[in-house]
Every structure is written in C-alpha cells, then in structure tokens.
C-alpha cells in the first residue's frame, strides 16, 4: 500500500497503488493539503528532463477518464478544493485548480517533472475524448 491511489508505467499499464478498491472513493496521501476529495497517479520516471511515453500519458488519460467519469466530472473542467494545510496553501483556503492537475498545483515542488506536467494538457484533451465530451 502506497500514499497514491494509482500507478501508469511507461507501457500505460495501470496498478492499483493505495488499498481499498479502485472504484472507491478511497482517501489517498498524495498531495498534502489536498488528499481529500481527489485522487493521486504516479507515473513512474523521472521527468524533469526525460519526456514521459505516450503510452504512459495515454494510460493517465484512460484512468482519469474512467475514475471522473464515475462522478459525473469533466477532465477539462476545474474544481475548488481545501486545502488541509500544506507549504502552498493554508489550511482553510479554497483553491481553483484543473480537475486533472499536477502534484505542483497543489504543493510546492517540481512533481511531476516538466515534461510530465506539459503533457497534461493532452491527457485533460484525451480523456474528456474518452468520455464523449
């Protein structure tokens, strides 16, 4: 059992990563202050200067797609979370962010690499594809 609901490796193979049913609402430890009502992916690398496979970003966007699409959300749209404390945000503070955003969004860190981050975009894009939107 790890802090992130879910992991994609380089293949978009998708493992279950915390414990308690992938289809569950289950509270994750991915992003202090921002474990609640949200869900965490690791992609497995490192992307600071490594570009992530289109597999892998496509395997983001397949999850995202299935597990939003169990609540009704839009992989395009945004959403506001409280923040539950953390070294970006006080704890109290509603914070608008992409409904698929990366760890640095929501913590001040370089997570989930550059390259990574700027694929993003394409796995939001893809993923309402999935979905019909």
Same mark, same amino acid.
């Given at each position: ?67 939003? *699409?169990?609540?009704?959300?839009? +992989?395009?749209?945004?959403? &506001?979370? @409280?923040? $539950? ?6 704890? =109290? ?12 969004? *929501?913590?001040?860190?370089?997570? +989930?690499?550059?390259?990574? &981050?700027? @694929?993003? $975009? ?6 309402? =594809?999935?979905?019909?939107?």
């Amino acid at each position: 059992d790890i802090g992130y609901n879910f992991l994609v490796d380089k293949c978009g193979n998708i493992y279950e990563g915390r414990a308690g049913g992938v289809a569950k609402p289950v509270l994750g430890a991915h992003t202090l202050g921002f474990n609640s009502n949200s869900m965490g992916i690791a992609v497995l690398g490192t992307f600071t200067s490594t570009k992530p496979s289109a597999a892998a970003v496509k395997g983001i966007a397949r999850l995202t797609a299935w597990k939003l *699409g169990l609540f009704g959300a839009n +992989p395009n749209g945004k959403t &506001y979370l @409280k923040s $539950g404390g953390g070294n970006l945000y006080r704890k =109290g503070k509603n914070v608008r962010l992409n409904v698929i955003s990366g760890h640095r969004d *929501g913590f001040a860190t370089e997570c +989930p690499g550059r390259q990574l &981050y700027g @694929k993003l $975009g394409s796995a939001r894009t893809t993923a309402a =594809g999935y979905q019909g939107r």
